[in-house]
C-alpha cells in the first residue's frame, strides 16, 4: 500500500487484480516522506532497476517505543480491528486494509486524501488465486480446483472486505481490472500527475506468466453450477455493484 502526500492519495492494494505492478509504479511519484510498502524480494528487484522510491516509513513499532502522540492512533486501531499479538501490528504492510489504515493515519489525512483500490470479476480472480497457489504449492493441483475453492472460502471476500467497513465502501474509487487501462489514465488526470500512471504500469510486469491460457486453463477449471453459486454468496454485494457475470458451468 502507498500514501503519497504531495499527490495526496492512498493506495489500498487487493489480491490478484496486478496491484503489485500498480504499486511499483505509483512508486515512481513518491519520496522518501511518504509510507510505501515492502512486496517480495523479486518485485523489489523490479522496483530497484526502475529507480523508483524503495519501501519507506512503513516499520513495525512494539509497545515500547510508542509515543504520548501514537495513543490517540492506537486507541482508534484497537476501536476498530482486532488485534490478537503483543505487538502492535505493522504500521503500514502490503495488504493492509482500508479499516486499518484509516486507523493509523490522522483522521485529516483519511478524510482528505483520495483513496482508491483495483476490484475484479470474483470468479475470474479465484481463476488466478488458484494457478498462484499452485506455483508455491503444487500439491494443491491434486486436489482440484473445486476442493481449493471450498478450503479458500474465506479469500472470495477478502477483496470486498480490504475496501469496505460493515458492509460499506469508504474508498473514493474501485478501478475495475476489466478495465484498468482507462480507470488509471482517469486516475492520473484526478491525481494531477505527471505521467499516466496506466502506461507507465505497462512495462512492469510483477508476479506475471502463472496462469495459463486458452485450452490449458479450460483443461483445468471446471465450473459446476454449485461453485459459481458458492462464490455468488460469498460476495453478491460485489457481484451486484459491477454486474459482473459468472462463468458458464461445464460440469
Same mark, same amino acid.
Given at each position: 500500500?502507498?500514501?503519497?502526500? %504531495?499527490?495526496?492519495?492512498?493506495?489500498?492494494?487487493?489480491?490478484?487484480?496486478?496491484?503489485?505492478?500498480?504499486?511499483?509504479?505509483?512508486?515512481?511519484?513518491?519520496?522518501?516522506?511518504?509510507?510505501?510498502?515492502?512486496?517480495?524480494?523479486?518485485?523489489?528487484?523490479?522496483?530497484?532497476?526502475?529507480?523508483?522510491?524503495?519501501?519507506?516509513?512503513?516499520?513495525?513499532?512494539?509497545?515500547?517505543?510508542?509515543? %504520548?502522540?501514537?495513543?490517540?492512533?492506537?486507541?482508534?486501531?484497537?476501536?476498530?480491528?482486532?488485534?490478537?499479538?503483543?505487538?502492535?501490528?505493522?504500521?503500514?504492510?502490503?495488504?493492509?486494509?482500508?479499516?486499518?489504515?484509516?486507523?493509523?493515519?490522522?483522521?485529516?489525512?483519511?478524510?482528505?486524501?483520495?483513496?482508491?483500490?483495483?476490484?475484479?470479476?470474483?470468479?475470474?480472480?479465484?481463476?488466478?488465486?488458484?494457478?498462484?497457489?499452485?506455483?508455491?504449492? #503444487?500439491?494443491?493441483?491434486?486436489?482440484?480446483?473445486?476442493?481449493?475453492?471450498?478450503?479458500?472460502?474465506?479469500?472470495?471476500?477478502?477483496?470486498?472486505?480490504?475496501?469496505?467497513?460493515?458492509?460499506?465502501?469508504?474508498?473514493?474509487?474501485?478501478?475495475?481490472?476489466?478495465?484498468?487501462?482507462?480507470?488509471?489514465?482517469?486516475?492520473?488526470?484526478?491525481?494531477?500527475? #505527471?505521467?499516466?500512471?496506466?502506461?507507465?504500469?505497462?512495462?512492469?510486469?510483477?508476479?506475471?506468466?502463472?496462469?495459463?491460457?486458452?485450452?490449458?486453463?479450460?483443461?483445468?477449471?471446471?465450473?459446476?453450477?454449485?461453485?459459481?453459486?458458492?462464490?455468488?454468496?460469498?460476495?453478491?454485494?460485489?457481484?451486484?455493484?459491477?454486474?459482473?457475470?459468472?462463468?458458464?458451468?461445464?460440469?
Amino acid at each position: 500500500m502507498i500514501i503519497n502526500h %504531495r499527490y495526496r492519495f492512498i493506495f489500498v492494494k487487493t489480491r490478484k487484480v496486478a496491484g503489485t505492478s500498480l504499486e511499483i509504479a505509483l512508486s515512481s511519484f513518491c519520496d522518501s516522506g511518504d509510507v510505501v510498502t515492502p512486496v517480495s524480494l523479486e518485485d523489489e528487484t523490479i522496483r530497484q532497476k526502475l529507480g523508483y522510491q524503495k519501501p519507506v516509513n512503513w516499520q513495525k513499532k512494539s509497545v515500547f517505543e510508542l509515543t %504520548r502522540s501514537d495513543l490517540p492512533k492506537l486507541l482508534r486501531f484497537f476501536k476498530r480491528v482486532r488485534v490478537a499479538s503483543n505487538r502492535i501490528p505493522a504500521r503500514y504492510y502490503n495488504h493492509m486494509t482500508a479499516t486499518e489504515i484509516a486507523a493509523q493515519v490522522p483522521k485529516e489525512v483519511w478524510d482528505s486524501y483520495y483513496k482508491f483500490t483495483l476490484c475484479r470479476n470474483p470468479w475470474d480472480r479465484m481463476i488466478s488465486a488458484y494457478y498462484w497457489t499452485l506455483q508455491l504449492r #503444487p500439491e494443491v493441483g491434486e486436489r482440484g480446483f473445486t476442493r481449493f475453492l471450498y478450503e479458500r472460502r474465506e479469500n472470495i471476500s477478502e477483496n470486498w472486505r480490504a475496501y469496505t467497513e460493515n458492509g460499506n465502501i469508504i474508498v473514493d474509487e474501485l478501478i475495475k481490472f476489466e478495465e484498468l487501462q482507462s480507470g488509471l489514465s482517469k486516475l492520473s488526470e484526478r491525481l494531477s500527475l #505527471p505521467g499516466d500512471i496506466g502506461k507507465l504500469m505497462k512495462d512492469i510486469r510483477a508476479k506475471s506468466a502463472v496462469r495459463p491460457s486458452g485450452k490449458d486453463e479450460r483443461e483445468t477449471i471446471r465450473w459446476s453450477r454449485e461453485t459459481i453459486e458458492l462464490v455468488q454468496q460469498e460476495v453478491p454485494e460485489e457481484i451486484s455493484l459491477f454486474a459482473y457475470q459468472p462463468p458458464e458451468s461445464t460440469v
